[in-house]
């Protein structure tokens, strides 16, 4: 009696163990590594900023390496991309600004970019789902553009401000 009942849970810990290995490699293999539909559009750049970005090289390459991020087709292209993406952000970030956007508020913006961008890059490296911080990369970059944006609108002086 011991020996079938022995025999019946070993049977049954082995028939459990195969179905939940069975259902593991499943969900890795649905897993999507970016959804490039659920990215955000871009924020465009308004004439005088366009103007002022139109000389910096550096931002146009960023610019550039940004394109590519809407056109990868899986992981491995993901991580070259992003990987262009940090060479070319560490050249901007060396580079010398123009002086209407030599700010903290745009080296700030910058260094929160660079932040997602190497978070996007982690998880493509231990193999998750790179959509929400891709997602977030691209809010950091949009948050960027838009000050450029701002900067280039404002008309308040500064200085009347300082002297009250």
Known sequence: MRIILSIC??????VSC???????????????????????????LNAKASDLTKS????????TGFDALYTVENAEDLALVL????????L???SAYPAAFDL????????????FILKTKAAVEYREDATEPAIEL???YN???????????????????SDE
Request: proline letters at 5%; zero cysteines.
């Open 83 to 90: 990987d262009d993406l940090v060479e070319r952000q560490k």
């Open 104 to 115: 903290p508020q745009v080296r700030g913006r910058q260094r929160v970019m660079k932040t």
């Open 138 to 140: 691209i809010n950091a």
């Open 143 to 161: 948050a960027m553009r838009t000050q450029f944006n701002v900067l280039v609108n404002n008309t308040l002086d500064t200085q009347l401000l």
């Open 18 to 44: 195969q179905e939940s290995g069975r259902a593991t490699t499943d969900s890795q293999q649905e897993q999507p590594f970016l959804q490039l539909t659920a990215l955000p559009q871009r924020v465009p």
């Open 92 to 94: 901007l970030e060396e």
């Open 9 to 14: 849970l070993l049977l049954l810990f082995t």
């Open 56 to 63: 910096w090289i550096e931002f146009n390459s960023l610019n």
